[in-house]
């Protein structure tokens, strides 16, 4: 099965609210990790990535939290817009390989 | 600068033909990967090029597909004898995996459609 996946397939939320999108992993050899934003007809865009030395890395309006106890990894976003209406994937790196495993996305509606 | 390149964006094509879907990676990014997408799938890793090494073909689904990259920068994908499971979106990514953990960067992706 998949090593990444995610909790919720679609999220709605208020503009303005704060959004949270989960995502677990199974592999604790899991070093690296990455949130990606899709919007129709793109490819992903990259948002926040975190290293496993880490628990919390912040940026502008995302936060990226890291609980390596339970393998858990969620994307939080700030004061949501409709702009950040698109389908977020979290993908991880296995230490030693080259590629990304991602999730299969949650989709966020965000109504004005 | 400008970003990951993919041609052609939109590509129908009959059952049984071939394909060739071009990617053109960030100038001076020595890591190439392509991954397939399906309609409201995650990602399906197919091939990774990295500098002069040998590339990691273990994602390719079958003998049908094959991947170049010539002089360590374009990279052309073939698809031959098109089925219609081959239908879906085809993303390339490039960046510096051999500085370890680094994002990748992608693409707009090529759609291809089999009828």
């Given at each position: 099965g998949e090593s990444v996946g995610l909790h919720l397939p679609t999220l709605s939320v208020q503009e303005g609210d704060n959004s949270i999108i989960n995502c677990a992993y199974s592999?604790?050899?899991?070093?690296y990790f990455i949130w990606y934003k899709q919007e129709s007809g793109k490819g992903p865009q990259f948002i926040i990535d975190i290293r496993s030395n880490m628990d919390k890395r912040q940026g502008q309006r995302v936060t990226v939290l890291l609980n390596k106890t339970v393998k858990h990894l969620s994307l939080q976003i700030a004061?949501?817009?409709?702009?950040?209406?698109a389908v977020y994937f979290c993908a991880e790196n296995i230490r030693g390989y080259s590629t990304l495993t991602f999730g299969k996305g949650t989709m966020l509606l965000v109504s004005p | 600068g400008a970003g990951v390149s993919q041609s052609p964006s939109n590509k129908v094509t009959e059952k049984g033909k071939d394909v060739e879907l071009r990617c053109d990676p960030i100038s001076g990014h020595t890591a190439l990967y392509w991954y397939r997408q399906s309609l409201g799938q995650g990602l399906e890793f197919l091939i990774y090029f990295q500098?002069?090494?040998?590339?990691?073909?273990?994602?390719?689904?079958?003998?049908r597909f094959s991947a170049e990259r010539t002089g360590g920068s374009v990279s052309t994908l073939t698809i031959q004898?098109?089925?219609?499971?081959?239908?879906a979106v085809y993303l390339c990514a490039s960046g510096h995996r051999d500085r370890g953990s680094s994002p990748l960067h992608f693409g707009n992706g090529t759609r291809l459609t089999v009828t």
């Open positions: 592999n604790s050899a899991s070093d004061a949501t817009q409709p702009g950040d209406s | 500098g002069n090494s040998a590339p990691d073909k273990s994602g390719l689904p079958s003998d004898r098109t089925q219609q499971e081959d239908s």
